[in-house]
């Protein structure tokens, strides 16, 4: 029974992840329509700055990812200022290539700077609770308990600012948005380092129980892009549920069939549902 709840532990541990980088990516889609395919590479800048802040410059765990999460933010609004609004107005394929393009010269530049090499990051978190036999690091138990903090922390932004509400106006109508004089660009920058913020937080998280190296969101996004597809593109509600239907088919699949596998389970549950409800589990639009 232990080993049960052991994989129940893990499925919410990558459910976490999962869901909170799909939550910064169903974001920017609900509410710019920008598939973001470099939304990975600010995860991978995110676990290298926490690195950085962590072991060149010896800050502590909580000072790293707060550090992280400053500058991807900035990074993430300066693709929006640099790259997507000047093609607000060009075809939907050229947002597509050029977030492309910025996840490949994001890459190149962390590889410029660190090498390709794999890199382990320490954690003040290092121990283990035990519970009756259940064992839980307590670097997963973070990840967990942070990822709800977090989930908290963005429905309270959005429901009880100012700033949340007009967000959330963009995400329900832009054409009304712009009637009540809702300034597209404010809104535009504040999503897009929302969804920076995210992906450095869920870095910093993740990082000291996984490597850290130049490729290491490619497989997140792979997954975050399944996981908002499952969930209703631009659907917050369905970006969590998503990540955790993800996590618990990786940590149940990889423990009870293959750990070969489950990738292909993910992948599979995911052509199956969709198979039953085509639009996802909820409803378009980020709310």
Not at 5 to 19: A, D, E, H, K, P
Not at 28 to 43: E, K, Q, R, T
Request: hydrophobic letters at 60%.
């Amino acid at each position: 029974m232990n080993l049960f709840f052991q994989n129940i532990v893990n499925g919410l541990t990558l459910g976490s992840i999962y869901g909170l980088v799909a939550l910064g990516l169903t974001l920017v889609y609900g509410i710019l329509h920008i598939p973001n395919f470099a939304h990975g590479a600010l995860y991978m800048v995110g676990a290298f700055m926490s690195y950085f802040f962590m072991v060149d410059l010896g800050a502590h765990y909580w000072i790293a990812m707060l550090g992280s999460a400053a500058v991807v933010a900035v990074l993430a609004v300066l693709c929006e200022r640099l790259v997507f609004h000047p093609l607000r107005h060009s075809p939907p394929i050229h947002d597509k290539i050029a977030a492309i393009g910025i996840l490949l010269f994001l890459e190149a530049v962390v590889q410029m700077l660190w090498g390709a090499d794999f890199r382990r990051m320490t954690t003040p978190f290092m121990g283990i609770m035990n519970f009756d036999g259940l064992i839980i690091p307590q670097q997963r138990a973070l990840i967990i308990v942070g990822a709800i903090v977090l989930v908290i922390a963005l429905q309270w932004f959005l429901r009880k600012t100012m700033t949340g509400a007009t967000i959330v106006a963009m995400a329900q109508s832009r054409e009304g948005a712009f009637l009540v004089g809702i300034d597209a660009n404010r809104v535009a920058m504040m999503t897009f380092a929302i969804s920076g913020i995210l992906a450095a937080f869920a870095a910093t998280l993740y990082a000291p129980i996984n490597l850290v190296y130049p490729a290491m969101g490619h497989v997140v996004i792979m997954k975050a892009f399944v996981i908002i597809i499952l969930g209703g593109m631009g659907s917050i509600p369905g970006a969590i549920v998503g990540g955790m239907i993800i996590g618990f088919a990786e940590a149940f699949g990889g423990f009870y069939i293959s750990s070969s596998y489950k990738d292909i389970i993910a992948f599979g549950l995911l052509v199956a549902i969709l198979s039953f409800r085509p639009q996802g589990l909820f409803a378009k639009g980020a709310h």
